[in-house]
Nanobody, 126 residues
Framework: QVQLVESGGGSVQAGGSLRLSCSASGYAVGNNCMAWFRQAPGKEREGVGS???????SYAVSVKGRFTISKDNAKNTLYLQMDSLKPEDTAMYYC????????????????????WGQGTQVSVSS
């Protein structure tokens, strides 16, 4: 059974940083495509970025240059380093893991991830 558990969310002032973690069980982080999504109140869930099995990353325009996705294969954990945070980054953040084995970028764009975490809240004040 695959489980994804996010942690690291919290409240921070604009300009600050947070690092989110997504600990996986029953799933090999290093061998698969994974991603981060976020959803603000009243808005649709949007993709933040993805990371492929070979470490190739992609990011939404809104976070490029500020957020970094990485993974620690030994700890079987996915990370999202968020710097220069803005109030508009306030949202529930979710990690997602691919179950299809398809092209990672396509899976990310179409949000066809088979496994999702429960989310961790990030609040950025001005």
């Amino acid at each position: 059974q695959v489980q994804l558990v996010e942690s690291g969310g919290g409240s921070v002032q604009a300009g600050g940083s947070l690092r989110l973690s997504c600990s996986a069980s029953g799933y090999a982080v290093g061998n698969n495509c994974m991603a981060w999504f976020r959803q603000a109140p009243g808005k649709e869930r949007e993709g933040v970025g993805s990371i492929d099995s070979d470490g190739t990353t992609s990011y939404a325009v809104s976070v490029k240059g500020r957020f970094t996705i990485s993974k620690d294969n030994a700890k079987n954990t996915l990370y999202l380093q968020m710097d220069s945070l803005k109030p508009e980054d306030t949202a529930m953040y979710y990690c997602a893991a691919d179950s299809s084995g398809g092209d990672c970028y396509y899976v990310f764009l179409t949000r066809q991830f088979g496994y999702w975490g429960q989310g961790t809240q990030v609040s950025v004040s001005s």
